[in-house]
């Protein structure tokens, strides 16, 4: 029986992520149609969602949150504040929410909500078609059920990995969850390249397209390291051999080494960025006066 057998579950930031983890619970048959409640503030927005898939939507987001097991929220990160703090008085004990914002650590999320029964997760862009690789974390008040919950659901995007340190859910954040720009930058790269040689465009992109697709699934299919694979195709004194020693020459790996350590020091300081504001917050309220003071 799946986890989340007679669980309501529940988006808040009912975007395309959201609509992606949506469409895999229902296409594998983890949960039915009348187990989803999804929020947004547009009726358009909303209507399109129901219509589609069959589920219950509302405008409000305290009404989506109370009496569900399991919420999604996938608001954008600048306004977990406002939405967090929306929510947070209305959430109970046995609650499970789980978080594909990108930056804000489970100290942010915690100290928002005012509820440590989190889960922090960095999905990426090929989740939309169930090919994902998402990297998640669970706080220690989180329950074995709740984390099978969370399997769960990430299993639906893709693949998944739980890990037991949530600082290399920030260095996945560098690694899988931006990854798709770096594979998406060398993909425009080649096609431009093939363009230039005198491929019509479209014929570009699907050489392109296609032999990416092929290498990927032949180095997942084999087992073997890149560096094996990649000497499987470069001959001595070959077509390839020239072709790497340029890409060595432009220092293609260090470029590639920068661009990830780049984004982890922005998840980072992204991350402190709203724990601060958490703080700040925390501290306003303290010093705010209560009713009957």
């Known amino acids: 029986m799946s986890p989340l057998a007679n669980r309501t ?26 187990q989803v409640v999804a929020s947004h503030p547009r009726a358009e927005r909303r209507n399109a969602l129901a219509t589609t ?38 959430l109970r004990p046995g609650q499970l929410v789980l978080s594909v914002l990108a930056g804000p650590t489970t100290t942010a999320l915690v100290g928002t909500l005012g509820h ?15 090919a994902g690789m998402t990297v998640w974390y669970a ?53 431009d390249a093939a363009v230039h040689l005198g491929f019509p465009r479209h014929i570009a992109h699907d050489l392109v397209i296609e032999t990416l697709e092929g290498s990927t699934r032949f180095a997942k299919q084999s087992g073997d390291h890149p560096a094996v694979l990649r000497n499987m195709v470069t001959s001595p004194g070959g077509t390839s051999a020239a072709a790497i020693h340029e890409l060595e020459s432009g220092r293609l790996r260090t470029v590639l080494s920068e661009a990830v350590w780049a984004a982890f020091r922005r998840t980072v300081e992204l991350g402190d960025q709203l724990e601060a504001q958490v703080g700040a917050g925390a501290g306003a309220d303290a010093g705010a006066d209560k009713p009957g003071d």
């Open 53 to 90: 898939h069959g589920i219950r939507t509302v405008a409000s987001n305290i009404e989506a949150v109370t009496g569900a097991d399991v919420i999604i929220l996938a608001v954008k990160p600048q306004m977990l504040a406002k939405v967090g703090r929306e929510i947070g008085p209305h």
């Open 139 to 191: 706080t220690p008040a989180t329950t074995a059920q709740q984390q099978e919950q969370a399997k769960a659901l990430l299993s639906a995007l893709g693949a998944e990995l739980q890990v037991e340190d949530e600082k290399w859910v920030a260095m996945a954040t560098a690694v899988s969850g931006t990854g798709p720009a770096y594979v998406f930058l060398v993909m425009e790269a080649l096609i």
């Open 9 to 34: 579950i529940a988006t808040v930031g009912s975007g395309v992520m959201a609509e992606a983890m949506v469409i895999g619970l229902l296409q594998g048959r983890l949960v039915t149609p009348e």
């Open 116 to 130: 440590d029964q989190v889960v922090r997760a960095m999905p990426n862009t090929p989740a939309r078609i169930g």
